[in-house]
């Protein structure tokens, strides 16, 4: 059974930083991409960032220069490095994994296209 559980969330005021990390149990950690996603009170969820297996990244244009991802495979954590936060950062944020379709000891899978599995959220609240 794939678990994400996120942590590091908290309070900062603006300007300050926070990081998240993703640990993930029952899922191969590097076989497919991660990413990052967050969801501001009566707002949609939206893309924060992605990291492939490969270790290329992508940032929204909102977070670009002041968000970092990073992966450790050895721990099978996800992290989120936060700097320079702004109020508008302030959401819950989520990890989350596409699904691995296949058999990926055979080197014979390939990756969903949407993310399946979800961590339960970490709050980020930034004070202006």
């Known amino acids: 059974q794939v678990r994400l559980v996120e942590s590091g969330g908290g309070s900062v005021q603006a300007g300050g930083s926070l990081k998240l990390s993703c640990a993930a149990s029952?899922?191969?950690?590097?076989?497919?991409?991660m990413g990052w996603y967050r969801q501001a009170p009566g707002k949609e969820r939206e893309l924060v960032s992605l990291i492939g297996r490969d270790g290329t990244t992508n940032y929204a244009d909102s977070v670009k220069d002041r968000f970092a991802i990073s992966q450790d495979n050895d721990k099978n954590t996800m992290y989120l490095q936060m700097n320079s936060l702004k109020a508008e950062d302030t959401a819950v944020y989520y990890c989350?994994?596409?699904?691995?379709?296949?058999?990926?000891?055979?080197?014979?899978?390939?990756?969903?296209?949407?993310?399946?599995?979800w961590g339960q959220g970490t709050q980020v609240t930034v004070s202006s």
């Open positions: 029952g899922y191969i950690f590097s076989s497919c991409g």
């Open positions: 989350a994994a596409p699904g691995i379709f296949g058999n990926y000891y055979r080197d014979n899978y390939v990756c969903g296209h949407t993310m399946s599995y």
